[in-house]
């Protein structure tokens, strides 16, 4: 069973880069043809795809936000990582990291992040 964990800061301030990190257990980020995603939920508002890199390390980002947003992967470590630049108070969420299928199959238990100085 695949399991995904979101790891990184709880508090960011604002101007700075947000980072986490989601390690995979019970399957390999390399496996054809999975994608491994980050989505984010703001308080009272609905889920908002951010970015993905795929089992080759293709990356692909939600238009809105491609500007400040890296995803990138330690294949050593079985981990992705998710960098969004110049954060300010609207970053405030929950972050989520994903596997997709053609549809996510697969989430973490989500962190919070509070952009605040």
């Known amino acids: 069973q695949v399991q995904l964990q979101e790891s990184g800061p709880g508090l960011v301030k604002p101007s700075q880069t947000l980072s986490l990190t989601c390690t995979v257990s019970?399957?390999?980020?390399?496996?054809?043809?999975?994608?491994w995603s980050w989505i984010r939920q703001p308080p009272g508002k609905g889920l908002e795809w951010m970015g993905v890199?795929?089992?080759?390390?293709?990356?692909y980002y939600s238009p809105s936000l491609k500007s400040r947003t890296s995803i990138s992967r330690d294949t050593s470590k079985n981990q992705f990582s998710l960098q969004l630049r110049s954060v300010s108070p609207e970053d405030t969420a929950v972050y989520y990291c994903?596997?997709?299928?053609?549809?996510?199959?697969?989430w973490g238990q989500g962190t919070q992040v509070t952009v605040s100085s």
């Open positions: 994903a596997r997709e299928d053609g549809r996510v199959d697969h």
């Open positions: 019970g399957g390999s980020i390399t496996t054809s043809y999975y994608a």
């Open positions: 890199i795929a089992y080759d390390g293709s990356t």
